[in-house]
């Protein structure tokens, strides 16, 4: 996922404090996870998509099976989408701990997926990234020249290297250079220094997680909480990795299976930008998948590898849409698919993925909210200083609004206390 401010923006950066108090303002109601993450019926099983009553906004009933939400729905909430997947499981809309509470911590450390959690995330994601000797670490990227102090071990000097990836040239260091021992005498520092400064406050506190380590903590998480603590995984350059004898998706299953997370009650969703790794991912384990979409004019990298002409533009399409939903449960868009803004960064009219893909059967969890006015639409902004906070209560308010089933965010008690205002507006308790 990119980090790229809305267009007519500047930089970003986080002047927020933190709130540990929001998340019990705005915490998920008694019984909300029953009304389900997927509270409409619809078909079960992939390749079925399930077909609307009326209009986008209301769910077609299923004689078959029941998620307990019928009488709680909130006219103009609940998506026609299919359940069987065990997402049902899960609060409606979801709120998504972008790489944990990665505007309040450094990215992809145990102390970010804590304090997510703390502030009411309903989910924490990881990316994942290999090692030399095949350990799958959590990382935004493979080259940890900005995530960790790597530049300030003298005795990895020269493992500064060059590297395309997924047709980029990179200069940095590289997780796939470093055993995980070698790994371990890293720390992770904040990326964004410059917009994020609080955030430097953390540097060197917490290593680089495996895998392993993020789902051992997650387990505990559940049982202190009281509640199931989901991941949410992306498959990292899948095909980069796999071309170098290091494939992901086997890795990741053979972790998943192990930490008790495979199947549809496993409390993991999986998401990728390659379709190729989801399809894979599916004939391996039965977890939720969620396809990854970038800018409209862009292409999945093992497209170009293919050469599949498509781009983004036509997977959106109706007919995009239901090739999506032959192998995966949701997509994850932009949200500048669906709520587009012009050159100065101002809002336009919303794009019809929100309704063409629940009637296709799939769930949407956008990407990123975050509290920064370089990250908001013109709409959303106070002031002019891009490094400030603007109102990203409002602009999640009109994402739930728009329909759709969560968001990733860097700053989960922001999400929270709009996801509570809309449950309010909506009737639901």
């Known amino acids: 996922m990119t980090d790229r401010p809305i267009s007519g923006t500047g930089s970003q950066s986080d002047h927020g404090t933190e709130n540990g108090g929001a998340a019990a303002n705005g915490a998920a109601p008694a019984g909300s996870s029953r009304r389900g993450f997927l509270r409409a019926a619809g078909a079960v099983g992939l390749g079925t998509v399930a077909v609307a009553a009326g209009s986008a906004g209301e769910a077609a009933a299923a004689p078959t099976e029941s998620t307990g939400a019928e009488s709680e729905r909130a006219a103009g909430t609940t998506p026609p989408v299919r359940t069987g997947t065990g997402l049902d499981r899960l609060p409606h809309p979801l709120v998504i701990g972008h790489r944990g509470a990665s505007g309040y911590r450094p990215e992809h450390t145990l102390g970010s997926y804590e304090l997510a959690l703390q502030l009411g995330a309903d989910v924490i994601e990881q990316d994942l990234v290999p090692t030399k000797d095949g350990q799958l670490v959590v990382r935004h990227e493979n080259n940890i020249a900005e995530t960790t102090d790597v530049a300030d071990h003298p005795e990895f000097a020269g493992r500064r290297t060059t590297r395309t990836i997924d047709g980029q040239s990179l200069t940095g260091w590289f997780t796939e ?163 587009p803004v012009d050159s100065t960064g101002k809002l336009q009219p919303p794009t019809t993925l929100v309704a063409d893909a629940h009637r296709a059967g799939l769930v949407l969890h956008p990407y990123t909210v975050r509290n920064e006015n370089g990250f908001l639409p013109v709409d959303h902004r106070r002031g002019t200083d891009p490094a400030a906070y603007g109102d990203a209560l409002s602009w999640s308010k009109y994402l739930y609004e728009l329909g759709v089933d969560g968001f990733f965010t860097d700053q989960s008690d922001t999400a929270v206390l709009a996801r509570a205002d809309f449950w309010a507006a909506h009737g639901v308790h």
């Open 177 to 339: 250079d470093f055993t995980l021992a070698e790994l371990r005498t890293l720390r992770a520092k904040e990326r964004l220094p410059a917009q994020r400064q609080r955030n430097t406050l953390y540097d060197g506190r917490w290593p680089i997680p495996t895998f392993r380590e993020v789902a051992e903590f997650a387990e505990k998480r559940s049982r202190s909480l009281g509640r199931d603590v989901w991941l949410y995984v992306e498959t990292k350059h899948p095909s980069y990795f796999r071309s170098i004898g290091l494939p992901l998706e086997e890795r990741l299953a053979a972790e998943l299976r192990r930490a008790g997370l495979a199947g549809r009650r496993g409390r993991a969703i999986l998401q990728s930008f390659e379709p190729s790794s989801l399809q894979r991912l599916g004939k391996l384990v039965d977890n939720p998948r969620v396809q990854l979409l970038g800018d409209a004019a862009s292409r999945p990298y093992d497209f170009v590898l293919a050469g599949d002409t498509r781009k983004v533009a036509d997977l959106v399409t109706p007919a995009g849409l239901a090739w999506i939903a032959g192998f995966a449960h949701g997509i994850g868009p932009t949200t500048q698919l669906i709520a």
